[in-house]
């Protein structure tokens, strides 16, 4: 399945453990490059999150977000240590009976007495668990969504690959009669002198002229390249590198094309060519 490298995918869920919500952004890149916004509280999942985006996708940028909203027990704020509170109440009391003045300790004072107020402790295992399950439906999102973009970048090349085709059986079948137009004005040319050339010699080089006309080799590879981009646009296997290679042979063969051309047909055919190449090179750079 060809994919694309440009997709988004958000989900969200709501659990014991609090709100979570991941956003994969990805566009194209040479590699597979994550970049991840985590809350400090979850720095621990860094590691298992790339080893599954590694495991998911090949290549591309991609921005990963993760917001977390604490909820249950853990989004009721602060609580009161009460065992605490009694043994310094309890502490209170007797030093003022020992010191025969009455306890009245001040509320604000016992506030401040360190370890009294408790923050509300996250299982940090549970947040994790649901956190990597959460990031699992976001993939299969962004993939799919890769995916679908991908099919539709693949119909566009199939339908440029189709036009080249067309181009070159049209230089194909042209290019008998282009040769043979080279050799009549070759002929034309020479005809005041002919009588003081040998005609062995003549036919000679005018063969050697035709030889260096002769495109059937570069017609050839530009099939064969073709064919090459159908089979990877059709395989299960990242393609983006190979296409990009495919589209400098291509590019290659249709320069070679150009400068060999000899009449004006040939020539735009080339022009045409080199356009559809770079439309489809471009098109390239976005698939995985």
């Keep these: 399945m060809t994919r694309s490298m440009t997709a988004f995918a958000r989900a969200s869920s709501s659990t014991e453990v609090g709100e979570l919500t991941w956003e994969l952004r990805s566009v194209n890149h040479r590699f597979l490059e994550p970049h991840l916004r985590l809350p400090e509280e979850l720095r621990a999942l860094e590691t298992p999150v790339r080893e599954r985006l590694a495991a998911r996708l090949a290549r591309g940028k991609v921005d990963c977000t993760l917001r977390f909203v604490p909820g249950g027990e853990s989004a009721g704020g602060l609580k009161v240590n009460r065992r605490l509170l009694e043994q310094v109440l309890a502490a209170a009391d007797e030093i003022a009976t020992r010191i025969g003045e009455p306890a ?5 004072d016992l506030l401040r007495w360190p370890g009294l107020l408790e923050e509300p402790q996250q299982d940090p295992d549970a947040v994790s668990a649901a956190a990597l399950s959460l990031l699992e439906q976001t993939l299969d999102s962004l993939v799919a969504n890769r995916e679908r973009e991908g099919a539709r970048l693949q119909a566009l090349l199939l ?22 137009g080279v050799r009549t004005r070759i002929r034309e040319r020479l005809s005041e002198v002919a009588a003081e050339l040998d005609p062995t010699r003549l036919e000679q080089e005018i063969a050697l002229v035709a030889q260096r006309l002769d495109v059937d080799e570069e ?49 735009h055919a080339a022009v045409e060519m080199k356009v559809l190449i770079e439309q489809m090179r471009e098109q390239v750079q976005n698939l995985e």
């Excluded at 009245?104 to 604000?108: A, D, I, K, S």
């Design 104 to 108: 009245t300790p001040h509320v604000l």
């Design 159 to 180: 339908e440029r690959c189709d036009k080249l085709g067309g181009l070159v059986q049209g230089v194909r079948a042209r290019m008998p009669q282009v040769l043979e």
């Design 219 to 267: 017609m050839d590879r530009l099939g064969v390249h073709l064919d090459e981009v159908r089979k990877a646009l059709e395989g299960d296997t990242p393609v983006g590198r190979r296409l990009d290679f495919l589209m400098q042979e291509l590019n290659r063969e249709a320069n070679t094309l150009s400068s060999k051309s000899a009449d004006a047909d040939t020539t």
